[in-house]
C-alpha cells in the first residue's frame, strides 16, 4: 500500500478493496453503466488506483470501461467549497456535456461529500436518486 506521507506513522483506507465493494454492489443491484467521480491531481496520491480498481471491477463483470465514463473532481483553491461544492460543480458540468448521453445508471463517487454534491446535481437536473441514478 502507498504510504502517503513515508516515515510518518498514518491510517489509510484499503482504496482497492472500498471501490470493488462498492462496485460489486452496483454490478449487483444490475447496473452495467457506471461512472466514475474520482479526485486527481497532487492531493490525491490513490487517484490511480482508484481508477485501476473501477475499471477492473467493470471488466470483472464482462464490460469494457469508456473513457468518457469517468470524470475528475478539481478544486479551485483557495475559495474551494471542498468535495461537496467540487462533486455539485463537475456534475452539473457533466450534465451540461453529454450526461444523458451516455446512458449511465449508476455513479461512483471520490467519497460521501463529493456524493452530496453530485445528488443535489441531479435533483436540481430533475433526477431522482436512486430512482433514476444510483451514487455511492
Do not use: C, K
Not at 470501461?65 to 455539485?88: I, M, N
Not at 455513479?107 to 460521501?112: A, I, R, S
Amino acid at each position: 500500500m502507498l504510504m502517503p506521507h513515508p516515515g510518518i506513522p498514518s491510517v489509510v483506507a484499503d482504496e482497492e478493496a472500498g471501490i470493488g465493494m462498492a462496485m460489486r454492489h452496483l454490478l449487483e443491484l444490475g447496473h452495467r453503466r457506471i461512472g466514475f467521480l474520482v479526485g486527481a491531481g497532487s492531493w490525491d496520491w490513490h487517484h490511480e488506483s482508484r481508477l485501476a480498481a473501477y475499471r477492473d471491477g467493470l471488466r470483472a463483470a464482462g464490460i469494457e470501461p469508456l473513457p468518457r465514463w469517468v470524470r475528475h473532481l478539481l478544486f479551485e483553491f483557495p475559495a474551494d467549497t471542498g468535495f461537496q461544492g467540487s462533486g455539485y460543480r463537475r456534475m452539473g458540468e457533466w450534465l451540461r456535456e453529454g450526461w444523458r448521453d451516455l446512458g449511465l445508471t449508476a455513479l461512483l463517487t471520490q467519497n460521501d461529500q463529493a456524493a452530496m454534491g453530485v445528488i443535489a446535481a441531479l435533483h436540481e437536473a430533475g433526477f431522482r436518486v436512486p430512482e433514476d441514478v444510483s451514487v455511492v
